[in-house]
């Protein structure tokens, strides 16, 4: 196959435009990526691996290196996309639980009127 021998080349022919070179290169480096990601981000690793990605693609024209530099590339445009995202979810305000209701639809009990203060123990009502 032709990457294996020219890995560089792959890199350049995926900065020129070549969708074969380019889903070469997501497909080798994109399983090791979300498995680096989910270590600092747990479930969130895919979301955040798609940011990656946009980014490459995006800056990928601008790139100079080889395979090996655009692996160490792609693995710092994720940890600063996993930064982001934890800084993100560190300023979104926590909502607090919703408590089950435990009683019937409706408005809530109300406690009995209050009454004014009895002897105890009451006194009989004959003399």
């Known amino acids: 196959m032709w990457?294996?021998?020219?890995?560089?080349?792959?890199?350049?022919r995926a900065q020129?435009?070549?969708p074969e070179a380019f889903r070469v290169l997501y497909r080798d480096i994109q399983p090791r990526l979300l498995r680096y990601l989910h270590t600092l981000v747990g479930q969130d690793a895919e979301d955040v691996a798609a940011?990656?990605?946009?980014?490459?693609?995006?800056?990928?024209?601008?790139?100079?290196?080889?395979?090996?530099h655009f692996r160490g590339w792609t693995a710092t445009i994720a940890r600063h996309r996993a930064l982001d995202h934890?800084?993100?979810?560190?300023?979104?305000?926590r909502r607090p639980p919703t408590r089950?209701?435990?009683?019937?639809?409706?408005?809530?009990?109300?406690?009995?009127?209050?009454?004014?203060s009895t002897p105890w123990p009451p006194t009989p009502p004959w003399p």
């Not at 990457?3 to 350049?12: I, L, S, T, Y």
């Not at 934890?86 to 305000?93: K, Q």
């Not at 409706?106 to 004014?116: D, E, H, L, Q, W």
Request: aromatic share 8%; charged share 25%.
């Open 51 to 68: 940011e990656t990605w946009l980014q490459i693609t995006r800056d990928l024209p601008g790139f100079a290196g080889d395979y090996d």
């Open 86 to 93: 934890l800084r993100r979810a560190a300023r979104r305000p």
């Open 16 to 18: 020129r435009g070549d």
């Open 3 to 12: 990457w294996v021998d020219g890995q560089g080349e792959v890199v350049r």
């Open 100 to 116: 089950p209701r435990t009683w019937p639809a409706g408005p809530p009990p109300t406690a009995p009127p209050s009454t004014p």
